[in-house]
């Protein structure tokens, strides 16, 4: 087909739009419109674009097509087109109003508009909250909550859009997007996989930044326990989403009665039992929530050693699988939690269950990170071993814990001097000599 350039056909369009065939109309507006890219510019400015939002324009015999025009420059990657359409006067409250039109099509190609331009950066989305966005898209989600004849296609595309105007760094106002969480919650509980990621992309992202809010996004145990369940969605992204919000709560101020976090902690066993089959992103999501579990309370560090994990986590931490360094940070992140809160017992079990012998033989890995981490763990945990226990215990089960090689390692460390502070390393090869 011939490409017609715009400039050719701009001066009669405004005359012919409300007259053309639907085909016509369709192929003049969008299909020969973009043959050229170089024709956008001038007609975003002073052509189509500005007689496209115009109110006499909106009326109800105007069919969806017409405004496609406003999503495909939103798709164009060159994004300099969306900025500016976001610069024309008024434009971004007029696709907004498009929100509420009768015709579904026309609602449709608004949503991918607004979600495009939300995407591309975060002052066109703040810009887009301010104008009030994100009302008529909960509204609507809202409304449809009881209907039965609800299309699927339309709800996957008003949460994708609600999700781009709550995400990405740094977070939009709170207060502006207060009125979605609690859709998005109910949201959890839908069993279609493009929805659930949309809505947990939203979620994770909404608990990382406010999670002094927390206690007010999630009113409900039972949406903690769903999120729970989700965990074992044959979806990677899902998995990985759930994980992400799950341990945002965790590391929050949210009250955990005692089944769901036993519950959690019970699951993430399982998974850490499993890490030979699991992606590495996931596991490592999972090791850090534990970590998050065992910052907490003392019973809370309780669930976690009576879910068994200690002993897996020791399993990873002396694991040669590749790639596996930041979780074997945040698996001693979990005993180092449990060193610095737990009681007599916990630091106990960690002791009888080799804990000390496993940080010891990872001092031979060449790892800069995880070598600050493990230094100032064990000095914290000889320090409590040195408080808390007898002699007898100390020779009997600590002492015998460093191998020549590791102990060696330290000697090394020191010469070298890279590691600070220092005197760690020098209380270390006293207490182990």
């Known amino acids: 087909m011939q490409q017609i350039s715009l400039d050719e056909i701009l001066p009669e369009l405004s005359e012919m739009v409300f007259t053309l065939s639907e085909e016509y109309t369709f192929k003049v507006s ?34 969806k ?8 420059i939103t798709t164009i990657n060159e994004n300099e087109y969306t900025r500016m359409l976001v610069l024309v006067p008024g434009s971004l409250s007029s696709i907004v109003k498009l929100l509420y039109s009768p015709i579904l099509g026309v609602r449709e190609t608004a949503m991918h508009a607004i979600g495009n331009i939300s995407s591309e ?33 339309e709800v996957r595309l008003v949460v994708w859009t609600m999700s781009t105007l709550c995400t990405r760094s740094p977070p939009p106002s709170y207060h502006r997007i207060g009125i979605c969480f609690s859709i998005l919650t109910k949201l959890v509980y ?60 965790v590391a929050s101020d949210f009250q955990f009665p005692h089944n769901i976090m036993n519950q959690l902690c019970c699951a993430l066993t399982i998974y850490i039992d499993n890490f030979v089959q699991l992606d590495q ?47 074997k940070i945040e698996a001693i992140w979990v ?40 230094l100032v763990t064990l000095e914290s945990l000889s320090q409590m071993i040195t408080i808390q226990f007898s002699k007898d215990f100390l020779i009997g089960h600590i002492k015998s814990s460093m191998s020549s090689v590791s102990f060696d390692k330290l000697h090394r460390l020191k010469k070298q001097g890279t590691y600070s502070p220092i005197h760690i390393v020098d209380n270390l090869l006293q207490y182990f000599k």
């Open 190 to 249: 839908c069993k279609d996989p493009e929805i659930l990621i949309y809505t947990l992309s939203a979620l994770s992202s909404i608990t990382e930044s406010f999670s002094e809010m927390i206690p007010e996004i999630i009113t409900s145990y039972n949406t903690i326990q769903e999120l729970i369940f989700i965990l074992d969605h044959r979806s990677l992204e899902i998995k990985i989403l759930t994980i992400k919000t799950i341990g945002n709560i």
């Open 281 to 327: 992103q996931f596991l490592f999501f999972v090791l850090w929530t534990l970590s998050n579990v065992a910052a907490g309370k003392s019973d809370h560090i309780q669930m976690v050693i009576d879910s068994n994990a200690i002993p897996k986590l020791l399993i990873i931490m002396s694991s040669h699988k590749d790639g596996l360094n930041r979780c």
């Open 65 to 72: 097509k017409e405004y496609w025009v406003l999503t495909n």
């Open 121 to 153: 950066n975060t002052q066109q989305r703040d810009m887009l909250l301010n104008i009030g966005a994100l009302e008529p898209l909960v509204d609507w989600l809202n409304i449809q909550a009881q209907n039965r004849m609800i299309r699927l296609k």
């Open 30 to 63: 969008t299909k020969r419109i973009f043959g050229d890219t170089s024709n956008i510019t001038p007609n975003i400015k002073t052509g189509f674009i500005p007689f496209l939002l115009k109110e006499e324009f909106k009326s109800d015999h105007v069919e």
């Open 335 to 374: 005993l180092r939690h449990i060193i610095a809160a737990g009681n007599h017992s916990h630091i106990k079990y960690l002791i009888l269950n080799g804990c000390c012998k496993s940080l010891c033989d990872l001092l031979t890995i060449d790892n800069t990170d995880i070598l600050n981490l493990l």
